[in-house]
């Protein structure tokens, strides 16, 4: 990805983000707390107690910052350096990541959709069918096939949650255009960039009534596009070093965990958690602490093994290529004794034949004996 050719993938000089990678697990293991409690467990809720987890929708603006701050991280230099060249490669890397997924869970509520009805032609002798437009629809499988249906998720799922990596993916077709401008633009001009960041964020939180929980109508992009280009700030932010010694140490990072989470209990307006989400993340990717060395020994013994795995696989492609030669190598010698033996039967059988022939010649050649009387 840094070299002038254009690729859809980064090199592997890239450095991994450990501690990031942490993050998201707990923002996933949070929003799927959020989702199964309040569908499946309801006696799980604890929303009349506390909203740790009635706030687990809060996971999904988390993800969108992460998710700015990560291609920032990975794609910034191949931007800066051409959009033109890299652009077709990025989107083409972004849908073998989102597409397949998506279009495979899509056929599976579409398919099941078709059993239901099936089922209930089978029972009944009549079926209503897959309408044409609305909820679960065939233009709401249209949309989803184009990825639209994040722009009015409650008319256009199939999948409601899949709304997210909808909008997400309009997020990633304007990012490589946005990119290389914030980039390169000054430390002023970024904090004017942050202001409308947050003046954008301050409008949605009005609109929607301070409910950071809306996932359908053109409304959700101006959750979405700010956050993620929130996260291209943070992470020119992390680049530049700037407050890196004041989130070094574990107590910082711990500090900032436990606020967050007093303020998910207290049941804090959604627009100061979240404004507590990038700083969160600078804690977490600036740490040096134990917790730092620890991710990193285990991404070293990760390396070490797969390492490993990698060098038992060439030694074991090596034994392989070795033993397959030796085959050929027998099975070349053997072929060429067979040939040898065949030669040598074949030229004995000629030699045979021709004695045979020499014989009946001189028995023909020679004078037959007198008779007596």
């Keep these: 990805m840094y070299s002038r050719s254009p690729t859809n993938r980064p090199q592997s000089a890239v450095s991994q983000l450990p501690s990031l990678t942490a993050l998201r697990g707990l923002a996933a293991l949070w929003v799927v707390l959020f989702h199964y409690t309040a569908l499946y467990f309801p006696r799980l809720d604890i929303t009349g107690h506390s909203s740790l987890i009635g706030k687990g929708y809060l996971a999904v603006d988390l993800f969108f910052m992460l998710s700015g701050f990560v291609m920032t991280h990975v794609y910034y230099r191949a931007f800066c350096e051409s959009v033109r060249e890299n652009y077709r490669n990025f989107l083409v890397a972004r849908v073998a990541r989102l597409y397949p997924l998506h279009v495979v869970v899509l056929l599976l509520f579409v398919a099941t959709a078709l059993l239901v009805q099936l089922l209930a032609y089978a029972s009944t002798g009549t079926a209503e069918g897959i309408p044409l437009t609305g909820t679960r629809s065939w233009a709401a499988a249209i949309a989803n096939l184009f990825m639209l249906q994040g722009l009015s998720a409650e008319h256009l799922s199939w999948n409601y949650p899949s709304w997210s990596i909808s909008v997400e993916f309009m997020a990633y077709l304007a990012f490589p255009l946005i990119l290389p401008t914030v980039w390169r633009a000054s430390g002023r001009a970024k904090l004017v960039v942050l202001a409308a960041v947050c003046a954008a964020l301050s409008l949605f939180a009005y609109l929607s009534g301070g409910d950071f929980n809306q996932w359908g109508g053109p409304l959700v992009l101006l959750r979405c596009l700010p956050e993620f280009l929130l996260g291209t700030l943070i992470y020119s932010a992390y680049r530049a070093r700037l407050w890196s010694d004041w989130f070094a140490a574990d107590a910082v990072g711990l500090v900032v965990l436990a606020v967050a989470l007093l303020c998910l209990h207290l049941r804090a307006p959604d627009l100061l958690i979240v404004a507590l989400f990038p700083v969160l993340v600078l804690a977490a990717v600036c740490n040096t602490g134990n917790v730092a060395r620890d991710q990193k020994l285990q ?26 030669r030796q085959v050929t190598q027998k099975t070349s010698e053997a072929g060429k004794q067979q040939l040898e033996q065949q030669h040598q039967q074949q030229t004995q059988k000629l030699q045979q034949k021709h004695t045979q022939q020499e014989q009946k010649i001189q028995s023909k050649g020679q004078p037959a004996a007198p008779k007596h009387a």
């Design 299 to 324: 991404q070293q013994h990760t390396q070490l093994i797969a390492k490993q795995d990698q060098q038992r696989q060439q030694l074991q492609q090596k034994q392989d290529q070795d033993h397959q």
